[in-house]
C-alpha cells in the first residue's frame, strides 16, 4: 500500500505561536491530499481539500486564515495553524490519494497539537 | 445529509468474534470502507467494499452490506487482544473524495 508520513508527531507549544504539519507521500505523486482534525473519543472531521498547485478548498467552518494549507508539489502539503490557541489542540491526520488506488485513502500517522 | 452512525463499545473475549455494526443515511455512497486507529495513531485502511456487493471476505475479516437497510458490518474472526482499537466505518459518494466518518466503536478484547 501507499505509505504516508506526517512530521511531527506531537508538538507542544506556547498560544499564540504559529505550528506546522508535513504530510508526504513517500513512493507516489498525490494530486490531492486531505487533511482531518479529531478531538478525543470523537470521530475525523474534514477541515479541507488541498490540489497541487491551487488553493485549498475549505469545509464550512472552516477558517482559513486560521488553518493555512500549502501544496506546492505532488509529494508535500503543509498545514499551518497560526496563532494557536488551547481551543485548536486537537490530533490532526493527512491522508492522500494514489494513483491506482482510488477507491482508498492513506493516511499519515497524526500529529497530536497540545496548545499551552 | 449524511450520517454514519456506529456504537460505541464492543468487549468481547479474546477467540471469539467480534461485529461491529454501521448505518448511513445516503443511498448514494459508492465505497464503504473500515478503518483501525490504535491509541494515538494515524488510521489504517482494513478494508473496503463497492455499494454494488453484498460481502466481502479478506482473511478474518468478513464485511457485510444490507443496501437496502443501509447497515454495514465488519466481523473479526477469532479475535485477539491486538485487535483491540477504535474501528471507523466511512462513506464516499465518489472515488478519491471526501469521506465522512461514523464516531469510532472502541473494541476492548479480554484475555
Not at chain 1, 93 to 112: D, H, M, R, W
Not at chain 2, 83 to 110: H, M, R
Amino acid at each position: 500500500g501507499a505509505v504516508v508520513s506526517q512530521h511531527p508527531s506531537w508538538v507542544i507549544c506556547k498560544s499564540g505561536t504559529s505550528v506546522k504539519i508535513e504530510c508526504r507521500s513517500l513512493d507516489f505523486q498525490a494530486t490531492t491530499m486531505f487533511w482531518y482534525r479529531q478531538f478525543p473519543k470523537q470521530s475525523l472531521m474534514l477541515m479541507a481539500t488541498s490540489n497541487e498547485g491551487s488553493k485549498a478548498t475549505y469545509e464550512q467552518g472552516v477558517e482559513k486564515d486560521k488553518f493555512l494549507i500549502n501544496h506546492a508539489s505532488l509529494t508535500l502539503s503543509t498545514l499551518t495553524v497560526t496563532s494557536a490557541h488551547p481551543e485548536d489542540s486537537s490530533f490532526y491526520i493527512c491522508s492522500v490519494t494514489a494513483p491506482g488506488y482510488n477507491e482508498k485513502l492513506f493516511f499519515g500517522s497524526g500529529t497530536q497539537l497540545s496548545v499551552l | 445529509g449524511e450520517d454514519v452512525e456506529q456504537s460505541l463499545f464492543l468487549s468481547v473475549r479474546e477467540g471469539d468474534s467480534s461485529v461491529i455494526n454501521c448505518t448511513y443515511t445516503d443511498s448514494s455512497s459508492t465505497y464503504l470502507y473500515w478503518y483501525k486507529q490504535e491509541p494515538g495513531a494515524g488510521l489504517q485502511l482494513l478494508t473496503y467494499i463497492f455499494s454494488n456487493m453484498d460481502m466481502k471476505q479478506d482473511q478474518r475479516l468478513t464485511v457485510l452490506l444490507n443496501k437496502k437497510d443501509k447497515h454495514l458490518s465488519l466481523r473479526i474472526a477469532d479475535t485477539q487482544t491486538g485487535d483491540s482499537a477504535i474501528y471507523f466505518c466511512a462513506e464516499t459518494l465518489n472515488q478519491g473524495g471526501k469521506l465522512i466518518f461514523g464516531q469510532g466503536t472502541e473494541l476492548s478484547v479480554k484475555p
